[in-house]
């Protein structure tokens, strides 16, 4: 469905209208996967709207960086929060608790080169529940609420959360590449059954976190 269409008098595919892609913002202030350019042309609009797309899609709007920072501060707050009502909760229980969140994918993963899959294309923020266990920051704690100790950081779950992360990339970027978004200009599968396998990923990733965090609490 979405292999090589044509418009005008030359033969395009998705790859050539990535080179047309410019990350930077239209007239209106907005920075658009496809700019308002593009969508303006009588050609190249019409391809776009027949696959599928439209300019004000919110899979259309790029994020800045500045809109990253402040969603990961969000997060990282409302973590926080998060974690003062878990130790006062656990506090109220055994009268004392000073527990500390520990990142089943952590910090080097998501600020090296495989994070911006996670968060830009899996709208996926470390600091959120899925990514979270509350594990003890001192012996007392572990004494008194029974919860192991924050170990810090693991290099040996990094390195396996790594292989994970690659491994998930890899699949995305196969399925975008069916659909025919990416540079090659793929042609079988739907917008409907991209956004299907997306969702899929997206929710084996939650799952495979979720079945590491009781290996977590027990190591």
């Given at each position: 469905m979405f292999g090589r269409r044509t418009f005008g008098k030359q033969q395009h595919s998705f790859a050539d209208l990535k080179k047309m892609m410019r990350p930077t913002p239209d007239a209106d202030g907005v920075t658009?996967?496809?700019s308002k350019e593009l969508w303006d042309d009588p050609k190249v609009g019409s391809f776009l709207r027949e696959?599928?797309?439209?300019?004000?899609d919110q899979r259309n709007i790029m994020r800045t960086a500045d809109d990253y920072i402040a969603l990961f501060a969000a997060a990282r707050y409302r973590l926080q929060l998060?974690?003062?009502?878990?130790?006062?909760?656990?506090?109220?229980l055994n009268g004392y608790c000073r527990a500390a969140p520990f990142l089943v994918i952590d910090h080097p993963i998501w600020d090296g080169e495989h994070g911006a899959f996670l968060y830009a294309q899996m709208d996926l923020i470390g600091f959120d529940d899925w990514n979270v266990v509350?594990?003890?920051?001192?012996?007392?704690?572990?004494?008194?609420?029974g919860l192991p100790p924050h170990p810090g950081s693991v290099p040996a779950?990094?390195?396996?959360m790594t292989g994970h992360v690659i491994r998930w990339k890899a699949r995305y970027e196969s399925v975008l590449e069916e659909f025919g978004v990416t540079a090659t200009g793929g042609s079988s599968i739907t917008r409907e059954?991209?956004?299907?396998?997306?969702?899929?990923?997206?929710?084996?990733?939650?799952?495979t976190v979720a079945s590491m965090k009781p290996r977590t609490v027990s190591e």
């Open positions: 658009r996967v496809f696959a599928g797309f439209a300019p004000d998060r974690t003062e009502a878990f130790n006062a909760e656990m506090a109220a509350m594990l003890a920051a001192d012996a007392r704690t572990t004494e008194s609420c779950l990094t390195q396996a059954q991209f956004e299907a396998e997306k969702d899929a990923l997206r929710q084996e990733i939650i799952d």
